[in-house]
């Protein structure tokens, strides 16, 4: 199974920017799609991004216009560039890639150990 490590967090004071990167252990163009989630304490986790292989992109309404997902295939990585922090961004974010069989099939797919981001006001 693939090995999705994020990098990346930290603390800022809201209005600033953060960019999270996933470094996957294979290539990437394998996974249809690689998606970025978060999850806060006492809350659902939430996808917030989704970058597919063909490099549509697509945000939760939440981020749109502040966080932009991207990928290098020749890195094998997909980053999270988040500016306009605010204090609700506080969360663990978290990588998740999906092969076409997972997706289909709703699996669960590869997750990385995710990455502190906490915004302060």
């Known amino acids: 199974q693939v090995r999705l490590v994020e990098s990346g967090g930290g603390s800022v004071q809201a209005g600033g920017s953060l960019r999270l990167s996933c470094a996957a252990s294979e290539n990437i163009n394998n996974f249809i799609t690689m998606d970025w989630h978060r999850q806060a304490p006492g809350k659902q986790r939430e996808m917030v991004a989704r970058?597919?292989?063909?490099?549509?992109?697509n945000y939760a309404d939440s981020v749109k216009g502040r966080f932009t997902v991207s990928r290098d295939n020749l890195q094998d990585t997909v980053y999270l560039q988040m500016n306009s922090l605010k204090p609700e961004d506080t969360a663990t974010y978290s990588c998740n890639a999906l092969t076409p069989t997972e997706l289909f099939e709703r699996a669960p797919g590869s997750w990385g150990q995710g990455t502190q981001v906490t915004v302060s006001s």
């Open positions: 970058i597919n292989r063909g490099g549509i992109t």
